[in-house]
């Protein structure tokens, strides 16, 4: 891994390429982030660094992960996350910030997608409905039709699709294109849609 930084979702935009195209964006707020653990093979078995994102009042913050974070000598966050194999030798202390990221760079960006609540089946897996309303479906039109068996196996199989609770899973996009950099403001503006709501965190690595 060349490169990791934690950021926050803050929305779409649209931005004009060089050959004149209009691209749609999604502008990202990541870092500073703080490196408040570096782990090895040596004491931990593994290799990874752990980033600190989103500052964090420390009277919200309890003693135990207080004392994590005085360790480090950072002020606490409210995200915490472990990159394993990243590159870099960096000491605990030490920002990373979004200068790592250069326009062209091909990142993968993970998040959790929006959380959709309990929906049936032409939602959560694209069914067409039983449809026939004139032969006496007056309130099958959305169902999932038949799901038991017969005498044998006389059960509902595991796996079969049904009704249930859609979105809130973390999803990683491979291949996205840095567009531009704002170190200034510590923004990042990536070709395309990511994961998730706004004001949502965000793992961006490149590899």
């Given amino acids: 891994m060349k490169a990791a930084i934690l950021g926050k979702k803050v929305g779409m935009t649209s931005v004009y390429g060089p050959e004149g195209k209009l691209h749609p964006c999604t502008v990202i707020e990541a870092g500073p982030c703080p490196v408040v653990q570096v782990k090895s093979k040596e004491n931990d078995g593994y ?5 600190g994102f989103d500052e964090k009042s420390p009277k919200n913050v309890n003693s135990p992960i207080m004392g994590h974070f005085n360790k480090a000598g950072v002020k606490p966050t409210y995200l915490l996350k472990e990159f394993r194999d990243y590159e870099s030798t ?4 030490e920002i990373l910030t979004v200068e790592q990221f250069v326009a ?3 990142i993968k960006i993970t998040g959790k997608s929006k959380g959709k609540g309990f929906q049936g ?12 309303a004139t032969h006496g479906q007056s309130d099958r039109q959305r169902h999932p039709g038949s799901i038991g068996q ?3 196996p006389s059960r509902v199989l595991k796996g079969t699709r049904m009704g249930g609770r ?3 899973n973390n999803i990683s996009v491979r291949n996205l294109e840095v567009i531009q950099v704002i170190s200034e403001h510590n923004i990042i503006i990536v070709k395309g849609s990511v994961p998730g709501a706004r004001n949502s965190y965000l793992e961006i690595i490149k590899k």
């Fill in 47 to 51: 290799s990874a660094i752990q980033l």
């Fill in 90 to 93: 960096l000491g605990v202390g």
């Fill in 104 to 106: 062209g760079d091909k």
């Fill in 121 to 132: 089946v032409m939602k959560r897996h694209g069914f067409a409905g039983v449809g026939m």
């Fill in 150 to 152: 017969s005498s044998y």
């Fill in 166 to 168: 859609t979105g809130g």
